[in-house]
Every structure is written in C-alpha cells, then in structure tokens.
C-alpha cells in the first residue's frame, strides 16, 4: 500500500485534476453536450481498462489457442447495442439537437482492403483504436509510438482519400432502412447467436471443454480497482455508447479524431491539407475550421485517456518502463501508421465500423468485421518476428 502511495496518487491526482479543468473548461467554453461526451469517454476509459476489454489480444488469443471468451463477450456487446440503438435511430435525441444517425458507411472494396490492413497491423501495433487510447495512457510507451504513427497513417490515409473513394461500392446498405426495427434486431440477433456458438464450438473442440460463465468472473474482483469481468465491461461498453448517441447525435467513434490531430499539425507546419479532397468534405472542414475541441471524437478520445489514467492508477498498475527494443518500435512504427491509413480506407477502427456499425444496423460493420479478421491472422504470424 506504501509503494501505491509514493508512486500511484501523483499520476491518480493529475488524471483527476485534468478532468477538472477539462470540465470546467468545456462547459465554460463549448457547452453541455461536449461535457457529457467528455464525462462518457472517462466512464470509457475506466472500463475499457478494468474490464481489460480490447480486440486486438481477444482475437488473438482465439486465432492462437482457440480461446473465445473475449469474442463471446464482444458477441454479448454487440447484440446488447444493436437492441438500445435499433430502438433509438433516426429518433429525436435528448441531448442533442436533432436526430440520431447512426455509422453508416459504404460496402466497398476501400472497406475491404482497409479493414484487412486494419486487422493485420492491430496484431503488430499491439491495439486497436480504443486500446491503443487506454494502453498508452497505462505508461506503455511502445503504445505511445504507436499513436504517434497511427495519427500519421490516419493523415496520409485522408490525402489518398480520392483514390480509395473511386473504387467499385456497392453504396452504404442499411438494415433499418430495409428493414423495420424488430426484424432488423431479430437478424441480427439470430446471426450473433450463431457466430457464439460457431466460437464456443471450435474452442470446444480444440481444449474439449468450454466453460462458458469465464466472462462472468474476474479473479480478486474489485469494482474500484479492477479487474472487472468481460461481461460487465461488454454491458458497460454497449450503454455508453448509447449514451454517446444521444450526447454526439452519433454512436462512438475514435479514429476521425487521429486523422483531425495530424490535419491541425499539418497545417500548423505549413502544410494546406484543406486543398485535400477529404477536408473539402462537410464535416471534415467544419472540424478543420473549428477548435480541435469542438470535435466530439476528440473530446471522448481525451477522455478515455484520462479514463484509463485514472483507472491504472487506481489499479496501481501504471508503468513508467521506457524499454523498447528495435523489432518492438518498428512494430510500433509499422502497425501505427497501417492501423490509421486502414482506418481511414475502412470508415474507421473496431470502434467506429465494427461496433458501431452493426449497432447501427450498417452491413458495412459485418464486412469489416471478416476482413478485419482474416487480416488478424496474417498479422497473428507477422508477429512473431518482432515479439
């Protein structure tokens, strides 16, 4: 306890002043709905951290030992989401003045090859879009670097933008366009059951027995410090990004924010990306023209930083190791700039195309869902050259 003391509180006390100020200052400057997306990134970050939940080590660990906890909990996640925001899209929001959109985004060849280099470069990057927020800000300073390289992917992946635009699509296929609510939720929900049991079965069949309460439990529990169980975090992570519907107008999203820091870096060193097609686009200008805090992606991404500090640190697990040998930066190097360039291909991470997109009841989710894991694969054996 001593030890936590001495080195956990002043990391805990600046996570903690930090969110203040932002607060604060959020209010004072943007108004309510920005403050509540920032409260909902720090409820984010806490979770993501605690309940350990990400996609890159869950896939991982299934396409090595066949072990499916992590992907059954992501199958509880999605199926809870689909049923909050099939019932709520399209609708007046509570908070926000207008209706709720939900992630739609084109089914295209550029989602293909975007969400397959995404796949790949996570499992050498060591995260996806949410874990590369949260780890990095655990003191994880391979992490770190990949952020960096995931914001510079993000920006050259906005130049190319055109190019990947141009590429045979099939246009953006909504389910809740298709279909009303109820059927879309009974799809969905009948495709995610059978994805569980398809998991359940080759693990079964690999380590002869499943047990399928694992995401129930939590060894040493604690609600404070961690760890959580997946199922809780997967409850959690479903409601808040329901409640970031309603705070942003439009579900969770992460990777958008990366490709606005380096546009605002660019420009700060004399590079004129509004020329680019991407940020001629509406939202994108608008974004570019604004503070970089009038984005919502950005306010939410802070707070999951902050979040996750604040978890780690009352986890007294934060790391201030600066260890990173060469394969492991140029890991970090590779799979950050691949994992932003994808991104960007793709319409976005695990976040904003996956989960968001099927909560949203888009069909591009699914496709980026098997791309993205069929690159995982590659990526799983890519790896091992440099860990």
């Not at 359940?200 to 027995?209: A, C, D, G, H």
């Not at 997967?234 to 999203?253: C, D, E, K, T, V």
């Not at 990777?255 to 060193?269: D, M, V």
Request: net charge positive; proline share 2%.
């Amino acid at each position: 306890m001593e030890n936590f003391r001495k080195s956990e509180i002043p990391y805990l006390l600046v996570g903690i002043f930090l969110s203040i100020f932002l607060l604060n200052f959020l209010y004072q400057e943007l108004g309510l709905r920005h403050v509540l997306v920032f409260s909902i990134g720090l409820a984010l970050g806490i979770t993501l951290y605690h309940a350990s939940f990400g996609f890159t080590g869950g896939w991982r660990d299934f396409i090595e030992n066949n072990k499916s906890n992590s992907l059954r909990a992501q199958i509880v996640m999605l199926a809870f989401a689909i049923v909050l925001f099939s019932l709520s899209i399209g609708n007046k929001s509570l908070i926000y003045d207008g209706n709720m959109v939900g992630a739609i985004a084109p089914v295209s060849l550029s989602v293909i090859v975007g969400s397959f280099i995404f796949g790949f470069a996570m499992q050498l990057g060591g995260g996806c879009g949410s874990g590369t927020l949260f780890t990095a800000a655990s003191g994880n300073i391979k992490m770190f670097i990949t952020l960096i390289f995931f914001i510079i992917g993000s920006l050259v992946g906005t130049y190319h933008f055109s190019f990947w635009s141009s590429l045979p699509s099939l246009g953006a296929i909504s389910l809740l366009d298709k279909f009303n609510s109820y059927e879309n939720i009974g799809m969905q929900l009948s495709f995610l059951v059978l994805l569980y049991i398809f998991f359940s079965y080759l693990e079964s069949k690999r380590n002869t027995q499943i047990n399928h309460l694992d995401i129930f439990k939590a060894s040493n529990f604690n609600l404070i410090k961690g760890p959580w169980p997946l199922f809780l975090g997967a409850i959690l992570l479903a409601i808040l990004n329901f409640f970031m519907l309603h705070a942003a107008g439009h579900p969770w999203s992460v990777t958008f924010a990366f490709g606005l820091w380096g546009a605002k870096i660019a420009n700060i060193i004399g590079i004129n990306v509004a020329q680019w097609d991407f940020w001629q686009l509406s939202y994108p200008s608008t974004a570019l023209e604004n503070s970089v805090l009038a984005d919502p992606t950005t306010v939410s991404n802070l707070g999951i930083i902050l979040g996750a500090l604040i978890a780690v640190n009352l986890a007294g697990k934060f790391s201030n190791k600066s260890n990173v040998n060469s394969k492991l930066f140029f890991a970090a190097v590779i799979g950050g700039f691949l994992m932003g360039y994808g991104a960007r291909l793709a319409f976005g991470c695990n976040v904003g195309a996956l989960f968001s997109g099927i909560a949203s009841g888009s069909v591009h989710g699914w496709v980026w869902f098997l791309f993205a894991f069929i690159g995982s694969i590659y990526g799983v054996k890519a790896r091992k050259y440099f860990y």
